[in-house]
């Protein structure tokens, strides 16, 4: 990923929730009202890689399947992201350190919140809260069934 391009980018977080669809359509609608490029950030663990005892993983694979899961994502919510630049990236490592990283140079993080139902529902998720708090630019959290504007454009 690219922090010092000086192009105007608009850091999105997916990870295949509903939450991260609509993080990733608001993402674009406030992209192209300031003309900046999305940049589609994906980030997977390789299970049990900073121990000795996990089972054998075959990174590689998990490293495919995660592109191609952002892949189908990207298509399933933006056919076409339309006049707005998009560039996606997958990113091994765990989801808060790769996003505050990526959010380096960017003027927004836009992350989904994935609620948990009931009480959970009303607190932010783990991913999210630390994101706000360590990102280098602001941060834009995206509730699920919060962005059913059909459309309209971001109030920022």
């Not at 406030?30 to 663990?45: G, K």
């Not at 630390?130 to 454009?153: F, K, L, W, Y």
Request: charged share 20%.
């Amino acid at each position: 990923m690219d922090t010092n391009s000086g192009v105007t980018r608009v850091v999105v977080g997916v990870d295949g929730s509903e939450a991260s669809y609509e993080a990733l359509r608001w993402a674009v609608r406030h992209a192209r009202l300031i003309r900046a490029t999305v940049e589609a950030v994906a980030a997977y663990e390789v299970p049990g890689a900073e121990g000795w005892s996990a089972p054998a993983v075959d990174a590689d694979l998990d490293e495919e399947q995660a592109r191609k899961d952002l892949a189908d994502e990207i298509h399933t919510v933006l056919a076409q992201a339309g006049d707005v630049p998009l560039t996606s990236h997958v990113v091994q490592g765990n989801p808060v350190e790769v996003l505050t990283a990526a959010s380096a140079g960017a003027e927004l993080l836009v992350v989904g919140s994935r609620g948990r139902g009931g009480f959970a529902r009303l607190l932010l998720g783990s991913v999210s809260l630390q994101c706000a708090q360590h990102a280098s630019c602001p941060v834009v959290i995206i509730r699920e069934g919060t962005s059913g504007d059909g459309g309209a454009a971001p109030q920022p």
